[in-house]
């Protein structure tokens, strides 16, 4: 099977946005789920292009849920792929989801990147992992950004809150 990053780089469908240095931890942490009957639930879908990034890496077993604010993403689902709507923020939403889900083998949250989301979405969603699974949030860069309530060593930032964990 091609690696997470070949797939990037020579993907055709829909549009998909992911930093180069992100493959070398996906395929660190996920490649033991290739080929295999897995769950994941990924936040945040703006083009669906990562949901049919995930679905060749994974392969043909792999059910994928996403969430989205974007009522218009609901169009994106097509075979194994299932969207929500809703806000990643709005803690009884992802209880209501993640409970009519099965168990989940990966989260990846790369949704709004606010503190208030990656917070909220890590403290609801982490107990429907499996014990052996994955909980990846992408982009806590944001945590330094003022424009997402972060700044250095900033209070209540996702960086922080995950320091004392």
């Known amino acids: 099977m091609e690696s997470l990053r070949d797939l990037f780089y020579n ?7 992911k930093w180069d240095h992100y493959f ?11 080929g295999k009957d ?16 995930w679905k060749k890496y994974f ?3 792999v059910k994928i ?5 974007n009522p218009e993403c609901k169009k994106l689902e097509e075979e194994n792929i299932e969207i929500f709507i809703g806000s990643q923020s709005d803690a009884a939403f992802l209880e209501s989801v993640a409970k009519s889900l099965p168990p989940l ?3 990846i949250d ?3 990147h606010t503190m208030k989301q990656q917070i909220v979405s890590f403290e609801v969603l982490y107990k429907y992992v499996k014990d052996d699974g994955v909980y990846i949030c992408e982009d806590t860069h ?3 950004w003022r424009e997402y309530q972060g700044g250095l060593r900033r209070k209540g930032t996702f960086t922080e809150y995950s320091k004392n964990l």
């Open 38 to 53: 897995i769950a994941i639930l990924e936040i945040g879908v703006a083009h669906g292009g990562s949901l049919q990034l």
């Open 59 to 61: 392969g043909k077993n």
């Open 105 to 107: 083998d990966v989260i």
């Open 11 to 17: 993907h055709s469908g829909k549009r998909v946005h």
């Open 142 to 144: 944001t945590s330094y």
């Open 65 to 69: 849920y996403a969430i989205d604010v």
């Open 24 to 34: 070398e931890i996906y395929e660190r942490y996920l490649d033991k789920y290739k």
């Open 110 to 112: 790369d949704g709004g």
